[in-house]
């Protein structure tokens, strides 16, 4: 198993930024990919970006933040990071953590297996 705490959010004004770290907790040797998703009222839970860890590192982002977002990965803490940029209100949501075992489509939400509880970011305009 593996357990997942997010942390960092809170409210911004546009084009304030915020970092989210992630704490992974449990058989972690077992993780070969992370993500970060986001989901708003009403909407279907997105992927955002995600670290291929068991790919050197490749990084992939959704469109809409690309330029914007970084993720990023410290081994040695068992933490992944979300740095947020030039925030948007559209980037309003609870912000959640996932890991998975596999690799296959890293922004895909079926992808992962262990997800965890969220943490909300609200950007006002």
């Known amino acids: 198993q593996v357990q997942l705490v997010e942390s960092g959010g809170g409210s911004v004004q546009a084009g304030g930024s915020l970092r989210l770290p992630c704490a992974a907790w449990?058989?972690?040797?077992?993780?070969?990919?992370m993500g970060w998703f986001r989901q708003a009222p009403g909407k279907e839970r997105e992927g955002v970006a995600a670290f291929y860890s068991g790919g050197g590192g490749d990084t992939y982002y959704a469109d809409s933040v690309k330029g914007r977002f970084t993720i990023s990965q410290d081994n040695a803490k068992n933490t992944l990071y979300l740095q947020m940029n030039s925030l948007k209100p559209e980037d309003t949501a609870m912000y959640y953590c996932a890991a998975s075992p596999r690799f296959g489509y890293p922004l895909l939400r079926s992808e992962y297996n262990y997800w965890g509880q969220g943490t909300q970011v609200t950007v006002s305009s």
């Open positions: 449990g058989y972690t040797y077992s993780i070969n990919c």
